[in-house]
């Protein structure tokens, strides 16, 4: 199996490399042609206010979003369990609907920029203070080294080149994307976007029709058939609990419990998201959502299914254990890679560039969004309140390079690649996410949630949620069970799915959090609420007919593979 990319190869990916940055640099260029002062807009600069239209609002979401951890970790739990791990793609649409519905237009009506701009707003500065500086670390050193370690990992075994070139390739590329601001980046994700998809669909394309070929059979449907047929344990989106993977999606749990705190947390608080729609305007930010939703319906095609086909081709002996190992060493994320070197050549430039775009855009939201809360939460309020709007995109600017640095220096050091997928990376996110959310939906929607109640939430949520993954050492969790709210490990302790902890722990805040500023109004306590009306919840009619067609498209699939 070739470790390497061919000279027509190399010819396709440099193809897709000009046109993005060649369209980045007219981009960049137009946007300070017509009025110099532009380029000292921080409002531009970040949130390309009033610039983005809603395609590719859209776009950028699903740029920004897919990455190596979709491309390499989704495709290996799809080896691993199936079309099961697709519940994260679409209830991630239905989640999409629900944000641009009531969280987009919170924040367009009281002018949020940044998620702690909201916090300071709604709470207080200390709160917000604190949250700044614990997404800046989150976002430096957990999100931007995974997806710039694991994408240089799979660039790597893809085109046999050297690992550190790679890692310092995708940071540069990502950096001449990043300083042309948010402008730059939502329009040339829409490049990413079409390459991501292109890509992705030419590779499940070949992968279903490897599996059919393998079968004495040709055609797409035909290797559906077969991967149905022969890997039916594959194609439930329930899983039962004897399932070996029901640990990571608790049965009706991605349905009714913790995947929407997943979901809701990640598209609805988090900066790195919600910054693409904060500079439009309410019925554009809303489109564009809309448009990503059904993007989403398209993501396990392009990330589950080339799973479940090397998981088919792989039982079949068709790749041997020097491919992905075997018995304990068995690492199913060798899924996507291993599929890209039995493409032809020339297809496999083009998927080569499908995943190359998706790192490359998630960097470069990822960057922006550093650059973002570094300069208009840290800087401005710390350093220096009365810096000018020059200042304030060169500081951005500078931040970029600075947060893309530290991630290349740290990423290898912090055993990424031996720390498992796109399960891991959710796990752990889970820490912090049920707290995060709790501050959050109290905060839009119930006006006497006190500071102290959303300081409870930040610390107490993350240690509620350390205490639940340490409590089976500590106590049998077994009487559990028959609710399905604990199964046995490989050792036999009975433990608590992370959804379910996710939950728990949500639940859990949002009691102690109302207690809190219950008896904290009672003493006079005054509260910080938002602007909020009811017509500010109506969405337009082509935005409903959307929706309902989302809708019956997910009860359709849930129906099928239920």
Known sequence: MQHQLATLDYVVFFIYFLIVSGYGIWIYRRKTGHDGTMEGDSKDYFLAEGSLTWWAIGSSLIASNISAEQFVGMS???????????????????????????????????????????????????????????????????????????????????????????????????????????????????????????????????????????????????????????????????????????NALPGLTVLLGGMWIVNLNYWGCNQYITQRALGADLPTARSGLLFAAFLKLLMPVIVVLPGIAAYVLYKQDVFGATEFGEGANLNPDRAYPVLLNILPVGLKGLSFAALTAAVVASLAGKANSIATIFTLDVYQKIFNREASEKQLVRVGKIAVVVAMLLGVVIAPHLGIDKKGGFEFIQEY???????????????????????????????????????????????????????????????????????????????????????????????????????????????????????????VILTTLYTLYW
């Open 429 to 551: 996110t889970g820490f912090v996410s049920p707290g995060i959310f709790a501050m959050f939906i109290l905060g839009f929607f119930w006006k006497k949630t006190t500071s102290a109640a959303a300081m409870f939430a930040t610390i107490g949520g993350f240690m509620l949620s350390v205490f639940f993954k340490f409590l089976p050492g500590l106590t049998d969790l077994s009487f559990l069970a028959p609710l399905g709210f604990a199964v046995p490990n490989e050792a036999g302790v009975y433990e608590i799915p992370f959804l379910d902890r996710m939950g728990f722990v949500f639940v859990l805040c949002i009691i102690v959090m109302v207690i809190i500023s219950l008896l904290q109004t009672s003493r006079g306590v005054k509260t910080n609420g938002l602007e909020v009306d009811a017509s500010m919840f109506r969405p337009q009619r082509s935005f409903v007919i959307g929706s309902i067609a989302i809708l």
């Open 76 to 246: 290996g739990s799809g080896f691993k369990m199936g079309l099961a791990i697709a519940t994260y793609e679409w209830m991630a649409a239905l989640t999409l609907i629900i944000v641009a519905v009531f969280f987009i237009p919170v924040y367009l009506k009281n002018r949020i920029a940044t998620m702690p701009q909201f916090l300071h707003q709604r709470y207080n500065g200390t709160v917000a203070m604190i949250m700044a500086i614990f997404w800046l670390a989150l976002y430096v050193v957990v999100n931007l080294t995974s997806i710039l370690y694991l994408g240089a990992i799979a660039v790597s075994s893809i085109a046999g080149l050297d690992l550190n070139f790679c890692l310092y390739a995708l940071a540069a590329f990502a950096v001449i994307i990043t300083l042309g601001g948010m402008k730059v980046i939502g329009f040339t994700d829409v490049i990413q976007v079409f390459f991501l998809i292109l890509g992705g669909l030419a590779t499940t394309y070949l992968a279903l029709n490897l599996v059919a070929e393998h079968n004495g059979q040709s055609g797409v449907l035909n290797g559906l058939s077969l991967m149905t047929s022969q890997a039916n344990d594959h194609f439930h989106m329930i899983l039962a609990r004897e399932n070996p993977s029901y």
